[in-house]
């Protein structure tokens, strides 16, 4: 069964960096053609593909979001991360981390429970 964990400060500053861990369990971060996403959902609104880093290593962000997007992996771990600086309250939602065979929110296989993060003074 594999499962994902999400793991980081629920309460995040206006312009710190908001910084997200995943734990995956049940499958290798490796496993090939498996892709590892970040995504949002803020109250309200659909939800929001951050990013991915895939099996090999390579990174994939959102256009929205790159500027502002560091994903990175610990294969040791079986863990990988987001980094988002400059956070405004407006980054304020549910963080999930994804996993599945392609970086498309609908084709997910594999889902964390999310965690919420708020950004406020």
């Known amino acids: 069964q594999v499962q994902l964990q999400e793991s980081g400060p629920g309460l995040v500053k206006p312009s710190d960096t908001l910084s997200l861990n995943c734990t995956v369990s049940?499958?290798?971060?490796?496993?090939?053609?498996?892709?590892w996403s970040w995504i949002r959902q803020a109250p309200g609104k659909e939800r929001e593909w951050i990013g991915a880093v895939s099996y090999t290593g390579l990174v994939y962000w959102s256009p929205a979001l790159k500027s502002r997007t560091t994903i990175s992996r610990d294969t040791n771990k079986n863990q990988y991360t987001l980094q988002l600086r400059l956070a405004t309250p407006e980054d304020t939602a549910v963080y999930y981390c994804?996993?599945?065979?392609?970086?498309?929110?609908?084709?997910?296989?594999?889902w964390g429970k999310g965690t919420l993060v708020t950004v406020s003074s």
């Open positions: 994804a996993g599945g065979r392609g970086t498309a929110v609908e084709k997910m296989d594999y």
């Open positions: 049940g499958k290798s971060i490796t496993a090939s053609a498996h892709y």
